[in-house]
């Protein structure tokens, strides 16, 4: 049976949603405080390991704040979203499991664009190579965690169950996200930005697979961490 269609000032309510939770407000607010650093513009992404995180923590404390009020607003919890701990065990399996895959996608895009496309190609990801003293590489890791694991997992599951009831559907939701993900990643360089596009395919998938966030936030979470700390050690042995 058909499902009835939403009338449009919800749809454009959800739209509206989606952008305050995209990232747009929050990391522009997070951009506020930066004067006081004596930083102008984003430079600070790629030169000071510090700064970066401030800014990763900050921006995903104003990202849950939003989230929160959104929520509240509407009357739904955490848990509509899947943030829920039955079959936690199987669910944290299942996203450790994914980790070997996140791997082998970095592996092979990044084998593409050094042999096909090797303008674009980047040996090191900018945002990590001025992590320089064991306390940098664990707030670092920290704030990764926390900015990439949580806060853009609970993004995803957001927009994406805005798009299943107001926007066409999950399927649709999933590609234009993921295609925004991978954008919102531009400071990594244009493999960055593919890899991010097809890992927020990747967490958006086993999301909907699934139906519940654990998954995807241990995935994203262990494989940021696991990247992090073998950057950190591989160049320190070179």
């Not at 992404?45 to 509407?74: M, P, Q, R, W």
């Not at 699934?210 to 995807?216: H, K, Q, R, V």
């Not at 494989?223 to 073998?230: F, K």
Request: overall charge positive; hydrophobic content about 55%.
């Amino acid at each position: 049976m058909e499902l009835p269609r939403k009338p449009w000032i919800d749809r454009i309510q959800a739209v509206v949603e989606i952008l305050l939770l995209s990232g747009l407000v929050s990391g522009f607010c997070a951009t506020l405080p930066l004067p006081l650093f004596h930083i102008g513009g984003m430079d600070f992404l790629l030169k000071n390991s510090k700064i970066l995180s401030f800014y990763l923590l900050l921006e995903s404390g104003i990202t849950f704040f939003i989230l929160a009020v959104v929520l509240k607003l509407h009357r739904e919890t955490l848990d509509s979203l899947g943030l829920r701990w039955e079959s936690w065990k199987r669910n944290v399996a299942i996203g450790l499991g994914l980790v070997p895959l996140l791997f082998l996608i970095n592996a092979i895009v990044a084998l593409v664009f050094k042999v096909y496309l090797p303008r674009f190609y980047t040996e090191q990801n900018p945002l990590i190579q001025n992590v320089q003293t064991p306390q940098q590489l664990a707030l670092f890791v920290f704030s990764a965690i926390v900015a990439g694991g949580i806060k853009e997992e609970l993004q995803r599951a957001f927009i994406l169950n805005r798009f299943r009831t107001y926007l066409g559907g999950a399927g649709a939701g999933l590609v234009i996200w993921s295609l925004a993900f991978g954008a919102g990643h531009y400071v990594q360089g244009v493999p960055g930005v593919v890899i991010a596009a097809l890992y927020g395919f990747v967490f958006g998938t086993i999301y909907l697979l699934s139906g519940s966030l654990i998954a995807p936030i241990v995935a994203h979470g262990a494989y940021d961490s696991l990247a992090i700390l073998a950057y950190w050690f591989f160049s320190r042995a070179n």
